[in-house]
């Protein structure tokens, strides 16, 4: 802290030669120095991270870091493949034994903390590394997988993952849509796992309920899709992606059916799940407008035509000819959000993983000789 070696890790991921052989240990050196103290003192550290601006030491830590999540990817999808299971089937099983036993049982392939957490301070801190993030692509295939990787920083428990991962998703949607950015990406594949989400929370609802308030996560799911619905043509990439939206939300209706049983039957009960399952209730009303527009016009098509079952095509075909007459109710604060506080509210886990990974690092250090091992011991005893 006194006598200042930032300019030297920079130097370190600068330079491709020196950054091959100590990148990584640099990258992971400044996450731990940018966080140590950061609550209790001024971190210097943290000053300097927030003003760099010079391109190549910028996507020097970007590539180091993407690199590590690409060798993470990896090893996760020899695992996937070598139990010949799907990522959704896994993470279902997982999150079903939360309760009963420890996540690491079932998964072997340990995340990298250190370096999501250099990740979180790089984007967090310095608004040029933004820049790189848009140039370095492999570390997005944790985002594919579900997991974004500021969520795999910040949770200590699945339902905390899952509440983080919605909020990221809600405020890439509020930025995409006051920017007019049109992204190009299967949104299908998204609005399936909103939904398997939901059907997590209902089919586990009781053991849940002991727990946690599932009523906060699953309005923040429903929100999403009425982002979508609401603001989906000033943001998705085609109009036929703003029909898929309906047709999913109309192919999958039975669940947004039982949602809002559920919910009806808790907000109609004297108990403590009575309000926050009535807001639930009041954020379904345009979902439950458009499948009941839709269900009885689609069954109409299929009599007239003497058809058993629709295609997609001819359920789009319904969903485009009849967008005229479906009436939907506006809904204020959809794309209003709360800003990130880490002190405030962050700080105790930010903690706990800065003593984790300082753990970690001195239990896997690789010394090159024992004189270096006992150096290093000497050096820890002092205060």
């Known amino acids: 802290m006194i006598n200042s070696i930032f300019e030297a890790i920079l130097q370190i991921l600068s330079s491709p030669l020196s950054r091959r052989e100590h990148g990584y240990d640099a990258v992971v050196l400044l996450a731990l120095l940018v966080n140590y103290r950061k609550y209790e003192?001024?971190?210097?550290?943290?000053?300097?991270?927030?003003?760099?601006?010079?391109?190549?030491?910028?996507?020097?830590?970007?590539?180091?870091?993407?690199?590590?999540?690409?060798?993470?990817?990896?090893?996760?999808?020899?695992?996937?493949?070598?139990?010949?299971?799907?990522?959704?089937?896994?993470?279902?099983?997982?999150?079903?034994s939360m309760f009963i036993a420890d996540a690491d049982e079932k998964i072997s392939v340990q995340t990298n903390?250190?370096?999501?957490?250099?990740l979180y301070e790089a984007v967090h801190l310095n608004r040029n590394f933004i820049t790189v993030l848009a140039q370095v692509k492999p570390e997005m295939e944790l985002v594919k997988r579900g997991f974004p990787p500021y969520v795999l920083v910040i949770g200590s428990t699945f339902m905390i993952h899952f509440l983080r991962c919605i909020q990221i998703v809600h405020k890439l949607l509020c930025y995409q849509k006051k920017c007019r950015v049109r992204l190009h990406y299967t949104w299908r594949e998204l609005w399936s796992a909103l939904i398997n989400l939901l059907k997590f929370l209902m089919s586990n609802?009781?053991?849940?309920?002991?727990?946690?308030?599932?009523?906060?996560?699953?309005?923040?799911?429903?929100?999403?899709?009425?982002?979508?619905?609401?603001?989906?043509?000033?943001?998705?990439?085609?109009?036929?992606?703003?029909?898929?939206?309906?047709?999913?939300?109309?192919?999958?209706?039975?669940?947004?059916?039982?949602?809002?049983?559920?919910?009806?039957?808790?907000?109609?009960?004297?108990?403590?799940?009575?309000?926050?399952?009535?807001?639930?209730?009041?954020?379904?009303v345009n979902i439950r407008a458009i499948i009941n527009?839709?269900?009885?016009?689609?069954?109409?098509?299929?009599?007239?035509?003497?058809?058993?079952?629709?295609?997609?095509?001819?359920?789009?075909e319904v969903v485009r000819s009849n967008y005229d007459t479906l009436t939907l109710k506006l809904q204020d604060g959809l794309d209003q959000y709360e800003?990130?506080?880490?002190?405030?509210?962050?700080?105790?886990?930010?903690?706990?993983?800065?003593?984790?990974?300082?753990?970690?690092?001195?239990?896997?250090?690789?010394?090159?000789?024992?004189?270096?091992?006992?150096?290093?011991?000497?050096?820890?005893?002092?205060?």
């Open 41 to 96: 003192s001024v971190n210097p550290y943290i000053v300097k991270l927030s003003i760099v601006d010079d391109e190549a030491t910028l996507n020097g830590m970007g590539l180091v870091i993407a690199q590590a999540l690409s060798e993470y990817n990896r090893q996760y999808k020899d695992k996937e493949e070598e139990h010949q299971t799907g990522f959704f089937s896994a993470l279902t099983n997982m999150v079903g």
């Open 293 to 316: 527009h839709f269900n009885p016009k689609i069954e109409s098509y299929a009599a007239v035509n003497h058809i058993s079952q629709l295609s997609e095509d001819q359920v789009l």
């Open 339 to 383: 800003r990130y506080s880490e002190q405030h509210k962050e700080a105790a886990f930010f903690k706990e993983l800065v003593r984790s990974i300082s753990i970690n690092v001195r239990k896997n250090l690789a010394f090159n000789t024992l004189s270096q091992e006992l150096l290093l011991k000497e050096f820890s005893t002092i205060s």
């Open 205 to 284: 609802e009781t053991v849940l309920l002991a727990k946690h308030n599932i009523f906060t996560l699953a309005l923040m799911v429903v929100n999403l899709f009425n982002m979508f619905i609401t603001y989906g043509d000033t943001f998705l990439p085609t109009p036929s992606s703003y029909d898929e939206l309906y047709y999913e939300i109309i192919r999958m209706h039975q669940n947004f059916d039982n949602l809002y049983s559920m919910v009806l039957r808790l907000s109609t009960n004297a108990g403590q799940w009575k309000e926050p399952a009535s807001k639930v209730t009041h954020a379904l």
């Open 113 to 118: 903390e250190a370096i999501l957490l250099a």
